[in-house]
């Protein structure tokens, strides 16, 4: 499973941004997948996930509310909407595989395949 996230960029604190994480591997669509992210000098934070049906998320404390995870219909691409973006929200943004398909685990271990991050800079 290859992972490919995007839609990073430069905005202003109270804008919106949606990152993609589109996979390649016909199993990708069976696994949860987590979004984390990493502020420069700090470790890498879980943000949200969501399991394989997207019956299941979860999200970070410092999220909740104001950001939402989501898979598209066919399951290869998963979506984390990002809005009323601070300026403590600038990261490099990474998402996450994981083969567990019914948990969403907060901690990086679990997670089996990342792709490269995308990053994320919100101005005051």
């Known amino acids: 499973v290859q992972l490919q996230a995007s839609g990073g960029g430069l905005v202003q604190a109270g804008d919106s941004l949606r990152l993609s994480c589109a996979a390649s591997?016909?199993?990708?669509?069976?696994?949860?997948v987590g979004w984390f992210r990493q502020a420069p000098g700090t470790e890498r934070d879980f943000v949200a996930g969501i399991t394989w049906s997207g019956g299941t998320t979860y999200y970070a404390e410092s999220v909740k509310g104001r950001f939402t995870i989501s898979r598209g219909n066919a399951k290869n691409t998963v979506y984390l909407q990002m809005n009323s973006l601070k300026p403590e929200d600038t990261a490099v943004y990474y998402c996450?595989?994981?083969?567990?398909?019914?948990?969403?685990?907060?901690?990086?271990?679990?997670?089996?395949?990342w792709g490269q991050g995308t990053l994320v800079t919100v101005s005051s």
């Open positions: 591997g016909r199993s990708f669509s069976t696994y949860t």
């Open positions: 996450a595989a994981d083969r567990n398909t019914t948990v969403v685990h907060n901690t990086i271990a679990p997670y089996d395949y």
